[in-house]
């Protein structure tokens, strides 16, 4: 039998069944990456993964993550393992701290495969910019089109069938979107409801540790292991966690579900709209009542450029440490303003420069009240306006994306209302740090996409239950791509 596709529940029944071994699945995991075709990994953890797995000998049957195989995305602290977040800047640097997330995930005999490539320092939505170049989506044999960032190479990892979930992190849409583009789960919780302590600082503000899986429930059960308070993430949440996976049931009677009318316009895919018709169809005869409301166009068309300056001046300042002395790459120079500027200069692309100019220029004293605080008042109206929808309906739901994944040349028109809104409008989620999840509702052709639930801030089982009962109904559980590279 084919262990390594397995979803996570399914993998661990087979372990308590001692239908295969920990070292058997891990050997087949990393047979199956072979020379990495998706470009996916930043450094594969083979030999630690090997000694780990030769260990776990009698199953745990209370422990879900026993024996699991995973990927992490390469910007969390790993210690003693290599992680640069896909940026040259941070070439060589070896951490000697751990992120929360992988020392939960190590306590419960998780077995860590690799670190994913990213979008360099996690800024962007390609999957291009990272020092490894693109990261491809695992079902285009032909290498054409793109998995999305910043998490990419999470999502490639998962969408192959490597491995039954990853980590990523989302900060705008970096999990969700290529969710939609993976055929995958992709879930964000409530801001500060998994700690962030050692996950490497974008824009702290809007940052969420997300994840990728195959199916609904391990996305549930995967939150039960990673919430909860953590004495070094002041911004961790001390609410109680639940045991998501025994809550949600798919019965959805009586859910109320807002559609906004304003971002659905917005597409141009016909296919895909008429497809995510359908799945309210399907919702209605769930027991869930369906209901377009409207927003504000001027508002919708701000989230984007708000997003923008926000999080420009959030990581211009966080990575200030980035400088050549610390740590990772060091060029050489006479004074400490030489060594900083040729590294800098040689370490970030041509990307992150541009948007360290532009958080530089937001943060300029002179520019601060029309630029960085308009953004933040901004900010404000988006999630007062979205709060008001979420006090007076269960979930919001939307296509993920405007359609299936984009091929790397084409080109966007970044004015027009699709760009502006509906391939950019998730960040709202960020905005206001309520939980969000993509999962596959279509194909068109052999590339999959997705739609969008998300509901208020600690709420997590109701963006959990729908998403359950969605997936029951159409039935794309467990999707992985299964073609070959040319």
Known sequence: ?????????????????????????VKAVFEEIGDDPDNAFEYLCKDE?????????????DNLFWGIPYVLKDNFSTKDIPTCASSNILDGYVPVYSATVYEKLLNSDAILIGKATLDELAMGGSGTSGHKGKTYNPYDPTLEHMIGGSSCGSAACCARGLVPFAIGSDTGDSVRKPASFGGLVGFKPTWGRISRYGLFPFAPSLDHVAYFTRSVKDAA?????????????????????????????????????????????????KEVVDRFNETLEVLRSLGASVHHVHMDLDLLKAIYPTY??????????????????????????????????????????????????IGGY??????????????????????????EILENYDVIYLPASPSCASKFNDKSDVLSAEYLICDNYLAYANFGGYPSLTLPIGFKGNLPYGGNFTSAIFTEEKVLNISLALENKLGYYNLYAKGEKK
């Open 308 to 357: 923008n300056i926000i999080s420009c001046a959030e990581a211009t300042s966080n990575n200030a440490n980035l400088d050549g002395i610390k740590f990772g790459l060091r060029e050489k120079g006479k004074t400490y303003e030489e060594i900083m500027t040729n590294t800098r200069t040689t370490g970030f692309s041509q990307l992150i420069k541009r948007r360290f100019v």
């Open 49 to 61: 993964a090997i000694s780990q797995a030769e260990k776990l000998k009698e199953p745990q049957k």
């Open 221 to 269: 059960s995967l939150l039960t292991l990673l919430a909860g308070p953590d004495k070094n993430d002041a911004t961790s949440s001390t609410r109680e966690v639940k045991d998501y996976a025994s809550i949600i049931d798919g019965n959805i009677k009586g859910y109320k579900i807002a559609v906004i009318d304003e971002i659905l316009d917005s597409m141009t895919d």
């Open 1 to 25: 039998m084919d262990y390594i596709h397995l979803t996570i529940s399914e993998l661990h029944e087979a372990y308590v069944a001692k239908k295969v071994t920990p070292l058997e699945v």
């Open 362 to 387: 937001s943060l300029l004293r002179e520019n601060q009240e029309d630029l960085f605080i308009g953004a933040q008042r901004c900010r404000h109206l988006i999630v007062d306006k979205f709060n």
